[in-house]
T-cell receptor
């Protein structure tokens, strides 16, 4: 089973709202990723967690706050977003980082619209 | 840093024809090359990958070839079907880095 699940599927939020995106995998993977994808573009890496610790932050604005509460879960907390942050947010996981690269498996994404 | 170029950006074929998508990479340290298929409204799906110690890999109707000297790799889909219609992304990765660098994508349309 190579399934990564994400909730919600769709989210509409105002610029003053606080919301969270959730991601879950049960493959025993120890690396988890957040990507942002705009229409007709490839995914752009935002954050990488390795063994529940933040490993990479690709200079993402602080209005995006990631959290990895355990090895199966990954959250992305959103606050004071801008309309240009509207995009498909993808979660992915891989076996681990060290000794890689390993296959990355993506979830279905959360379609975020900021009004 | 690594740069991955992907061609063509759009590709239209008739059902049953073959489709080929090509990518070139710049970093000779890259050693892992996955291909993803993304259907409308879905996340990217890993369909095949190849590592630098292998020149070709096949899985039913899809195959990937790698030319390390020329730094390019290609996706080949034979006997295309309408359900192959999607956006295909190539990517490159290496041991030193952790990020996959993606090409810009190819929109494949298969008409019946």
């Amino acid at each position: 089973d190579t399934e990564v699940t994400q909730t919600p599927k769709h989210l509409v939020m105002g610029m003053t709202n606080k919301k969270s995106l959730k991601c879950e995998q049960h493959m025993g993977h120890r690396a988890m990723y957040w990507y942002k994808q705009k229409a007709k573009k490839p995914p752009e890496l935002m954050f990488v967690y390795s063994y529940e610790k933040l490993s990479i932050n690709e200079s993402v604005p602080s209005r995006f706050s990631p959290e990895c509460p355990n090895s199966s879960l990954l959250n992305l907390h959103l606050h004071a977003l801008q309309p240009e942050d509207s995009a498909l947010y993808l979660c992915a996981s891989s076996q681990q980082l060290a000794g890689g690269p390993y296959e990355q498996y993506f979830g279905p994404g959360t379609r975020l619209t900021v009004t | 840093g690594e740069n991955v170029e992907q061609h063509p950006s759009t590709l239209s074929v008739q059902e049953g024809d073959s489709a080929v998508i090509k990518c070139t990479y710049s970093d000779s340290a890259s050693n892992y090359f996955p291909w993803y298929k993304q259907e409308l409204g879905k996340g990217p799906q890993l369909i095949i990958d190849i590592r630098s110690n292998v020149g070709e890999k096949k899985d039913q109707r899809i195959a990937v070839t790698l030319n390390k000297t020329a730094k390019h790799f290609s996706l080949h889909i034979t006997e295309t079907q309408p359900e192959d219609s999607a956006v295909y992304f190539c990517a490159a990765g290496n041991q030193a880095g952790t990020a996959l660098i993606f090409g810009k994508g190819t929109t494949l349309s298969v008409s019946s």
